[in-house]
């Protein structure tokens, strides 16, 4: 998916397991098929699971899921990764890696969802729980600032994706956003990445919440993305009204959701189908939104 991605497979993953925690090199090995853009997955035995950061911008996340996944899990309402070691560089993969918990679920389909209420209902107290925790000494968010910070790389893609989708509406959807008043008020905690890929449902309820490379304190607009990237529209103001958030976090998060996918659709829409398609599904449902006055 990347032109510089570190390749990996199940003969590296044993060397790894053999070198560093011989103890479970013995067990089965298999890769987890996932349109997840930042690491490559393995399930070892039946319930751990190995993450190996595929690009350079994802090392970093390794330490900060070890530092404060644990802290995080006791206050929220469903299951989040639970780290068990942190692996080191070696035999040829030259970054840190991660060995968690396997979390068995499966992800939310757009438009298959069996009870969309109640989907919304679980997301938004998972939202609610993770804003109301303590956000001292959090790190920054990388998607907790100002929309203003997106401008440029937003426009690019727009530009890029000339004669592929409405470039004249999304840049006038895209500039609405840029006008909405900012986040004056204490950072909070941010999950920065909900969308399907990063939910496990059981029974079409939530069980688990995951990959947190983007956690950290900031605007907690960015957390209303899954309203674009998940939820029909008919649930919205469902998630909107259990939440309590304001009109400008509203669509501010709107204007997350637009820009995330505007920059993914030209990044990814040849090495992952599944994740262009996905920022198709978000563009479409912004614009659908803005024309009926959406906020």
């Known amino acids: 998916m990347h032109a510089d991605e570190k390749l990996t497979n199940e003969a590296l993953v044993r060397r790894l397991l053999a070198s560093q925690f011989p103890r479970w090199a013995g067990l089965e090995i298999a890769r987890v098929p996932s349109a997840g853009t930042d690491n490559a997955l393995y399930r070892i035995g039946h319930d751990m699971i190995v993450r190996l950061p595929r690009i350079h911008w994802a090392v970093e996340s390794v330490a900060k899921e070890q530092r404060?996944?644990?802290?995080?899990?006791?206050?929220?309402?469903?299951?989040?990764?639970?780290?068990?070691?942190?692996g080191a560089p070696g035999e040829g993969f030259p970054w840190p890696w991660s060995i968690y918990r396997w979390l068995d679920g499966e992800n939310p389909a757009v438009g298959s969802l069996s009870d969309p209420a109640a989907l919304t209902a679980d997301l938004a107290s998972f939202v609610a729980a993770l804003h109301r925790i303590d956000p001292s000494y959090g790190?920054?968010?990388?998607?907790?600032?100002?929309?203003?910070?997106?401008?440029?790389?937003?426009r690019t893609a727009i530009a890029q994706l000339e004669g592929t989708i409405d470039t004249g509406a999304v840049t006038a959807a895209w500039e609405d956003a840029l006008g909405i008043a900012p986040w004056t008020r204490p950072a909070v905690w941010i999950h920065?990445?909900?969308?399907p890929g990063n939910l496990l449902c059981r029974h079409g309820r939530l069980y688990a919440v995951i990959d947190f490379g983007c956690v950290g304190v900031g605007d907690p607009a960015v957390d209303m993305l899954i309203a674009w990237t998940l939820l029909p529209a008919n649930v919205r103001e469902t998630y909107r009204a259990a939440l309590g958030v304001d009109r400008d976090t509203w669509l501010r998060g709107r204007g997350w959701a637009l820009s995330i996918a505007l920059i993914q659709l030209p990044y990814y829409r040849r090495s992952n189908p599944e994740l262009a398609a996905s920022a198709r599904h978000v563009i479409r449902e912004v614009l659908a939104d803005v024309a009926a006055g959406g906020g």
Do not use: F, N, Q
């Open 68 to 86: 404060w996944l644990p802290r995080l899990a006791p206050h929220l309402p469903v299951a989040i990764p639970s780290p068990l070691v942190v």
């Open 139 to 154: 790190p920054h968010a990388e998607r907790g600032g100002p929309l203003g910070e997106r401008d440029a790389d937003t």
């Open 192 to 195: 920065g990445d909900l969308a």
